[in-house]
């Protein structure tokens, strides 16, 4: 792996231990054994718990509901990837074979390993590390996280169009699955009373599910 110092620079933390930051770093195609896959279970709490801190904070007359989807928005899969190019992170991430296959897998890897980086500087020094990392790379996000539909991920407006219309919630099925158990590729199908079934594809069921959800808001000209 390479020189890690400049990356430290960026993340603003001179790691003690850095095989924390190394095994952050290492996707489960390089190793089974040694991946980022346990950090990234707990970045994404550390994650979590600093962005509800922050807007309970900052947003002291809003209600839970109006939190809920602010958080949503500044947690979600896209957010962590916008911020993992933005801390230079694809240039050492460890990956099997020659690099990222396409854009969408590209986003599912760079996010993952954003939130095991925040557990590497959350484990190596503690929450004002994870806290500053943090409130510096997602400032901009906090500042002008956007508003109306455009803040709301596609599942949250998909739904709120269809009891605009008094129809039943949209539904989610799981129409197949492909690909190894540390790589999966999922098709997701969102089915919605009196319109055709729409598919989405992604790296996690989430991720299909807002690919689909997406796809159905373009084809009903929500």
């Known amino acids: ?9 960026k993340l603003g933390h001179r790691f003690t231990d850095r095989g924390l930051l190394e095994r952050a770093l290492t996707h489960a195609s390089a190793t089974s054994t040694h991946s980022n896959e346990r950090l990234e279970f707990l970045g994404d709490r550390v994650l979590g718990l ?3 801190e922050t807007l309970h904070a900052r947003h002291a007359s809003e209600s839970e509901g109006a939190l809920t989807v602010r958080f949503h928005a500044l947690v979600r899969a896209e957010a962590c990837a916008r911020v993992a190019e933005a801390a230079d992170l694809p240039t050492y991430v460890r990956l099997a074979g020659p690099g990222f296959e ?3 897998a590209r986003g599912a890897i760079l ?44 599942k949250t407006r998909l739904q709120e169009w269809a009891q605009g219309r008094g129809l039943p919630a949209p539904a989610y099925r799981e129409t197949a699955r492909t ?7 999922f098709v997701i199908e969102a089915q919605i009373e009196g319109e055709a079934p729409q598919s989405g594809e992604g790296g996690s069921k989430r991720e299909a599910e807002q690919d689909a959800a997406a796809k159905l808001l373009t084809r009903v000209g929500a």
């Open 111 to 154: 996010s993952d390993v954003c939130e095991a980086v925040i557990a590497a500087l959350y484990l190596d020094g503690g929450m004002a590390a994870a806290r500053d990392f943090i409130n510096r790379y997602w400032a901009g996000m906090f500042e002008d996280p956007g508003r109306g539909a455009q803040m709301r991920d596609a």
């Open 1 to 9: 792996m390479r020189d890690l110092r400049p990356l430290e620079e």
């Open 50 to 52: 600093v962005v509800a």
């Open 179 to 185: 690909g190894p158990a540390h790589a999966p590729h």
């Open 102 to 104: 396409s854009a969408r």
